[in-house]
């Protein structure tokens, strides 16, 4: 059987990609990339002839089954995104659980990765981290992923669209207090650039100076005051707060993630009290 390789490609500095990964990009019988444009840049360069095949997130799942059939066929597939680690934010994560599932092999091709990157340039803890993607469009869905990381000792790392960046760390400061972060923008680019300091001071900068290209966030997790201060919360204050979402219409599902995150108690005690209070109302009402 064939082998499916997930290989990091450089995000900026071509001088970046590893040896194996140029061996991998010319040995593969199926060349998988998220942009073939991007993709075709690197591979010029570097003089590989391989010609890739799109994978996105509107064909994924469409990719899936001739992916299947090649490495059945015990043929060699690497799978590559516009720049840096695929799958992190990236398409792919569907068609390696198929591959997976499937008992054929996966490699990992390590190298380049924005998060990775800005982490080790942050000056932040880099002990425990929680990687939360590109935040919700949407305000409210944004603050409560927001207010959900309110007690949590973890460095939190995110990306952003600059157009959005002085919004986002506008929220973060008034969620999650002023603390200590880093912005790093267009890493191992030309124009690279590394801020580092209180949320509201990188705010100010991005306003007074909008940035522009990629830009990783990295903000430090709660203090040992505020997690000392994020108390599991009593069975009245739980029912209250439940009972309060049921009347707004949120799903059991979705206020079992989000009250669970801010009590401090389990997602399976939430989710029960919430059906039971659920039924209650139901035969009160009927």
Known sequence: ?????????????????????????????????????????????????????????HNEASRIEGVLEALEADHSIALVSDAGTPLVSDPGARLVAAVVSAGHRVEAVPGPSALLGALTV??????????????????????????????????????????????????????????????????????????????SELAERCRERPPRGECTLVVAGAGAAETAGHDVWSDEALEEAISDCLRTGASIRDLARDLAAR???????VYARALSLRADRVGEEG
């Not at 603050?143 to 790392?157: A, I, M, N, P, Y």
């Not at 009590?263 to 005690?269: A, F, H, K, Q």
């Open 122 to 199: 942050s000056g932040l803890p880099s002990d425990r981290v929680l990687f939360l993607g590109f935040l919700p469009r949407k305000v409210g869905e944004r603050r409560l992923l927001l207010e959900s990381q309110r007690g949590r000792s973890e460095t939190l790392v995110l990306f952003e669209s600059p157009r959005r960046l002085v919004t986002t760390l506008g929220e973060i400061v008034e969620v999650l207090g002023d603390r200590p972060a880093c912005l790093a923008r267009e890493m191992t680019k030309r124009h690279e650039e590394i801020l580092r300091g209180p949320a």
């Open 1 to 57: 059987m064939g082998t499916l390789h997930i290989v990091a490609t450089p995000i900026g500095n071509l001088e970046d990609v590893t040896l194996r990964a140029l061996r991998v990009l010319r040995e593969a019988d199926w060349l998988l990339a998220e942009d073939t444009r991007r993709t075709r840049v690197l591979l010029d360069h570097f003089g590989i002839e391989n010609r890739p095949t799109s994978l996105h997130a």
């Open 263 to 269: 009590s401090g108690r389990s997602r399976r005690d």
